[in-house]
């Protein structure tokens, strides 16, 4: 008999939680090198893979690790890795090359702060190259957009990086793991049966035409390639965000990742008070939930833009309202004095006191 019984409901850590939601999603190598709020995902990944027939390699360093997960993904298999931001700075080079070799990979960036965000949106390496990135609030949407992640990435061949935090690395609350998904391995993924046959499959950052060496590669036509498979991919993925009460509002604030919650609940007090205030949360980085932005900003007097860095999302939130109504960050940089990413300023009343501020000018 089938057992038809929805996932049960559990209290698990963010990082835990990111894990089994990997697993779930099809995920069967992962490589890392320790580095908070990185380092419990790999603890989990090293502790859940092998029951499943999955390998977790911990990495002598983030340089490693990437060309571990280059070579999974290149046999077919679905893998990830993933580090804090100035990790994946060192992987820079290869996750460029992963995008124009067309080679799916789930990336997770546990950053520390928001200033990750120019690295994740538009990246550190060589070459006309995009990522998808998916940017959760809190562990529970995690789980949701980790598959949805695994999903993009085969779909597109393309690495898709998670935006986490520090707070959704530790914060534990009750989550639902889907069931899991079969992912069948790819026709094109390589498993030595066509070495020496005139007709190898190839996968190479420089394309796939050299077969034979009296064949060279056109770098020209692959280029072209490239390009026009990241437009067509920026163009038919949905971005997505979410939009809190901006039909009334007089200033709609913009925020992203787990900071998003704590501005939503400032705005929910200032609407008990009588503002008109609204959110704009976006889930989606790139592509960006442009047209979401811009509808919001068309009855708002300001649109006001909160990140804990010195500004780097405010610059796509202006490039979509496109002088629709003024833009006006009020985030900043807020750490703790270990540099992970607990911030000060996260306050309901911090945060409150800002928004007001916008709200009375």
């Given at each position: 008999?089938t057992d038809t019984a929805a996932p049960a409901r559990r209290l698990l850590q963010g990082s835990e939680?990111?894990?089994?939601?990997?697993?779930?999603?099809?995920?069967?190598?992962?490589?890392?090198?320790?580095?908070?709020?990185?380092?419990?995902?790999?603890?989990?990944?090293?502790?859940?893979?092998?029951?499943?027939?999955?390998?977790?390699?911990?990495?002598?360093?983030?340089?490693?690790?990437?060309?571990?997960?280059?070579?999974?993904?290149?046999?077919?298999?679905?893998?990830?890795?993933?580090?804090?931001?100035?990790?994946?700075?060192?992987?820079?080079?290869?996750?460029?090359?992963?995008?124009?070799?067309?080679?799916?990979?789930?990336?997770?960036?546990?950053?520390?702060?928001?200033?990750?965000?120019?690295?994740?949106?538009?990246?550190?390496?060589?070459?006309?190259?995009?990522?998808?990135?998916?940017?959760?609030?809190?562990?529970?949407?995690?789980v949701t957009l980790i598959g949805l992640a695994f999903d993009l990435a085969e779909r597109w061949r393309?690495?898709?990086?998670?935006?986490?935090?520090?707070?959704?690395?530790?914060?534990?609350?009750?989550?639902?793991?889907?069931?899991?998904?079969?992912?069948?391995?790819?026709?094109?993924?390589?498993?030595?049966?066509?070495?020496?046959?005139?007709?190898?499959?190839?996968?190479?950052?420089?394309?796939?035409?050299?077969?034979?060496?009296?064949?060279?590669?056109?770098?020209?036509?692959?280029?072209?390639?490239?390009?026009?498979?990241?437009?067509?991919?920026?163009?038919?993925?949905?971005?997505?965000?979410?939009?809190?009460?901006?039909?009334?509002?007089?200033?709609?604030?913009?925020?992203?990742?787990?900071?998003?919650?704590?501005?939503?609940?400032?705005?929910?007090?200032?609407?008990?008070?009588?503002?008109?205030?609204?959110?704009?949360?976006?889930?989606?980085?790139?592509?960006?939930?442009?047209?979401?932005?811009?509808?919001?900003?068309?009855?708002?007097?300001?649109?006001?833009?909160?990140?804990?860095?010195?500004?780097?999302?405010?610059?796509?939130?202006?490039?979509?309202?496109?002088?629709?109504?003024?833009?006006?960050?009020?985030?900043?940089?807020?750490?703790?004095?270990?540099?992970?990413?607990?911030?000060?300023?996260?306050?309901?009343?911090?945060?409150?006191?800002?928004?007001?501020?916008?709200?009375?000018?």
């Amino acid at each position: 008999m089938t057992d038809t019984a929805a996932p049960a409901r559990r209290l698990l850590q963010g990082s835990e939680a990111i894990a089994e939601a990997m697993i779930a999603a099809g995920c069967r190598f992962f490589s890392g090198y320790p580095m908070t709020p990185f380092t419990e995902v790999l603890e989990h990944m090293a502790r859940l893979l092998p029951g499943v027939g999955g390998i977790c390699m911990n990495a002598e360093s983030e340089l490693e690790a990437v060309g571990m997960a280059w070579g999974a993904a290149a046999t077919g298999t679905p893998a990830a890795t993933g580090s804090t931001g100035q990790g994946l700075s060192l992987m820079q080079e290869s996750l460029a090359e992963i995008t124009l070799a067309r080679l799916p990979l789930v990336v997770l960036d546990m950053a520390r702060a928001q200033g990750d965000y120019y690295q994740a949106t538009r990246g550190g390496g060589h070459g006309d190259y995009r990522h998808l990135v998916l940017a959760p609030a809190d562990s529970a949407e995690a789980v949701t957009l980790i598959g949805l992640a695994f999903d993009l990435a085969e779909r597109w061949r393309n690495p898709v990086l998670v935006m986490g935090d520090y707070y959704l690395a530790h914060t534990a609350r009750s989550v639902t793991i889907p069931g899991p998904v079969d992912r069948a391995v790819p026709a094109w993924g390589l498993d030595g049966s066509s070495g020496g046959t005139g007709r190898a499959k190839l996968i190479s950052f420089l394309g796939s035409a050299k077969q034979r060496d009296d064949v060279g590669y056109d770098l020209a036509a692959h280029y072209a390639d490239c390009a026009a498979h990241t437009s067509t991919m920026a163009h038919a993925v949905k971005p997505l965000a979410e939009v809190t009460d901006t039909e009334d509002a007089e200033v709609v604030v913009v925020a992203f990742g787990t900071p998003a919650r704590y501005v939503q609940a400032a705005v929910r007090e200032l609407r008990s008070e009588g503002l008109a205030v609204g959110t704009v949360r976006p889930i989606t980085l790139y592509p960006f939930p442009t047209e979401a932005v811009a509808r919001a900003a068309d009855g708002a007097r300001v649109v006001a833009v909160y990140e804990n860095n010195q500004g780097q999302m405010v610059d796509d939130v202006r490039l979509a309202v496109l002088g629709r109504a003024p833009v006006e960050f009020i985030g900043g940089l807020s750490l703790d004095s270990s540099g992970f990413g607990i911030a000060p300023d996260l306050d309901v009343r911090v945060l409150k006191e800002r928004i007001s501020r916008v709200v009375a000018s």
